[in-house]
T-cell receptor, first 109, second 116 residues
Framework: KNEVEQSPQNLTAQEEEFITINCSYSVGISALHWLQQHPGGGIVSLFM???GKKKHGRLIATINIQEKHSSLHITASHPRDSAVYIC???????????FGTGTSLTVIP | NAGVTQTPKFRILKIGQSMTLQCTQD?????MYWYRQDPGMGLKLIYY???????DKGEVPNGYNVSRSTTEDFPLRLELAAPSQTSVYFCASSPYQRVLTSYEQYFGPGTRLTVT
């Protein structure tokens, strides 16, 4: 089954804390997509990766193909990082993304 | 570029009514998608299209229809609306699926639909 699981479901952090959000998938993938959904509902793409690590500002995404696991890290978190973070997997056998249920992050000043 | 636009933003339908959700992209993307997002659930794919004239079913196509007569437009039709179709609907597009960066999806702002 093409499942994508995220943990934790909810996360509250103090400003400046280092944050990790996890994503696991079940079989081989072509690509792993990290997205951010703002409190107003809009969805934006953060990273697309198939191996290794990518960095953009304070955000870092990593993927371990052997362990079928990806992480999204936020360094020096800020209240404006408060959002739902979603991962989605594009499996080798198909041409559609399967989405996790999201991690709701709240960063407190 | 406006990116991906959706109309309407909000809509309330009565059971049995029909409506069309509009989606337009101005990025000349080949791939377009319709998703629904229910509370506590991940985005579910309803239909997708790999180019004008070509559409295919996703995970949850029942109760919906699509067409793709142009590269820009990908409307989603709800026939005989039911309360189970109450959801937030997102349209998305991506260039194509050959190199990694081209899988990236660009989302519209969403349409919040309530069926009562």
């Amino acid at each position: 089954k093409n499942e994508v699981e995220q943990s934790p479901q909810n996360l509250t952090a103090q400003e400046e804390e280092f944050i990790t959000i996890n994503c696991s998938y079940s079989v081989g993938i072509s690509a792993l997509h990290w997205l951010q959904q703002h409190p107003g509902g809009g969805i934006v793409s953060l990273f697309m990766l198939s191996s290794g690590k990518k960095k953009h500002g304070r955000l870092i995404a990593t993927i371990n193909i052997q362990e079928k696991h990806s992480s999204l890290h936020i360094t020096a978190s800020h209240p404006r990082d408060s959002a739902v973070y979603i991962c989605a997997a594009l499996y080798l056998t198909g041409n559609q993304f399967y989405f996790g249920t999201g991690t709701s992050l709240t960063v407190i000043p | 570029n406006a990116g991906v636009t959706q109309t309407p933003k909000f809509r309330i339908l009565k059971i049995g009514q029909s409506m069309t959700l509009q989606c337009t992209q101005d990025m000349n993307h080949n791939y377009m998608y319709w998703y629904r997002q229910d509370p506590g659930m991940g985005l579910k794919l309803i239909y997708y299209s790999v180019g004008a004239g070509i559409t295919d079913k996703g995970e949850v196509p029942n109760g919906y229809n699509v067409s793709r007569s142009t590269t820009e437009d990908f409307p989603l039709r709800l026939e005989l609306a039911a309360p189970s179709q109450t959801s937030v609907y997102f349209c998305a597009s991506s260039p194509y699926q050959r190199v990694l960066t081209s899988y990236e999806q660009y989302f519209g702002p969403g349409t919040r639909l309530t069926v009562t």
